[in-house]
């Protein structure tokens, strides 16, 4: 006599409020932890918060508080976490538009930091967002054990370093104007954008000394969402508009990027993002009703116009 097993759905008004939640917590504490603007190096905190703060969906932050809450941590802890990865991500977008890379001037729906300042400023911001966000990571506060914060400083590096972001930023670059085949740009991917998502999958298990079986399943979840993730960015890119996502579209093609659209068409790399996110939901399984919103937040990533 089998039971059947009935999937857990968790109600999209729930995680909305949720997402909300985590955005304005990561908010307050980006907002505590940023330099202020003061000396004669004023420009760059300015630059920092600007590039930083109000904007953003704030999906790698909550994906550090709801795996957190999946290992009881204490919500403080989490948030300077969530405050570190976002200050890595926000650096990542701030190199990503320079003239050098994307050349974009519209990011979070305002002006890039290069256009909004000029581009040493923005290469200066990016320099020292990504240095706080390690030494955020490093400072006691972030957890009582050492070996945690450890941890975690040698996970962020592993994921946005030469193997992680900026390897697949290096492969990005190489790539414009090349053909690049399904599994080639699956890797690209998997390093520019997936590696900083599966970080931010891990770290509550990391925070929470959890059982390496338990990290290794989010570190999984992680991956999938974030390859999932990166189709939907492009597919955003191919038929988004730029009032909804807050920067240019169509940019991808007019570029040449390596993107799954350009190796699958729209209608297979829509199939192939809905694939890898039921995918990413399945590794969360045996979590039961408390990973509900990991689980929907799949779901989410696929389905967002922004
Ligand atoms: C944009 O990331 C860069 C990619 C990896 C595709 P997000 O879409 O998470 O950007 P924000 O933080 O919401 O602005
Ligand atoms: C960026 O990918 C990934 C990063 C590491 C920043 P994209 O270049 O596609 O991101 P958008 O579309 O500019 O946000
Ligand atoms: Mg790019
Ligand atoms: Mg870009
Ligand atoms: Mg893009």
Redesign the pocket.
Known sequence: MGATVEPIVADPAELSAALTRAASVVESALDALLPPEEGAEARLATSMRYATLG??????AFLVMEGAALFSVSETCAARVAASIEML?AY??VH?DLPAMDNDDL??GKPTTHRAFDEATAILAGDALQARAFEVLAEPDTHSDPQARCELVAALGAAAGARGMAGGQMIDMLAEGQTLDGPAVTRLQAL??GRLIQFSAEAGAILGRAAPMQRHLLAAYGRDLGAA??IA?DLLDAEGSAEET?KRTGKDQEAGKATMVAVLGIARARQQADMLAQQAAAHLDGFGERAALLRALASFVVARR?
């Open positions: 904007g953003g969906k704030r999906m790698r991500h990542s977008l990503d990011r979070r520019k954008t993730f990166q960015d807050g922004n």
